[in-house]
């Protein structure tokens, strides 16, 4: 089981980033995607979920509006589209992928790091 990011770096207050993370070694249309989110010395966090087929996104209130998590499960990928950043959304980002049935199963992708400042 693979979940590999990509699309972390450096950008600038008010810039964008799309992240990916492709995953391999199960079903990923069965199981539903998460991004995380760590800063540093605080709780990881939710930035926003959707669930298997696509149907229903979910996303903690800072983020409304200014990220967007979509899939592709024809590319077994899932994306978060960054927009408006600021400062505090500096973190470690984590893929996290989530199944319910016939039994729970998780997996978490290795995160990549996300600096915002000028």
């Known amino acids: 089981v693979q979940l590999v990011e990509s699309g972390g770096g450096l950008v600038q207050p008010g810039g964008s980033l799309r992240r990916s993370c492709a995953a391999s070694?199960?079903?990923?249309?069965?199981?539903?995607m998460s991004w995380y989110r760590q800063a540093s010395g605080k709780e990881r966090e939710l930035v926003a979920v959707?669930?298997?087929?696509?149907?229903?996104?979910n996303y903690a209130d800072s983020m409304k509006g200014r990220f967007t998590i979509s899939r592709d499960n024809a590319k077994n990928t899932v994306y978060l589209q960054m927009n408006s950043l600021k400062s505090e959304d500096t973190a470690m980002y984590y893929c996290y992928a989530r199944s319910y049935f016939p039994s729970s199963k998780s997996y978490w992708g290795q995160g990549t790091q996300v600096t915002v400042s000028s």
């Open positions: 070694g199960f079903t990923f249309s069965s199981y539903d």
């Open positions: 959707i669930t298997s087929r696509g149907g229903s996104t």
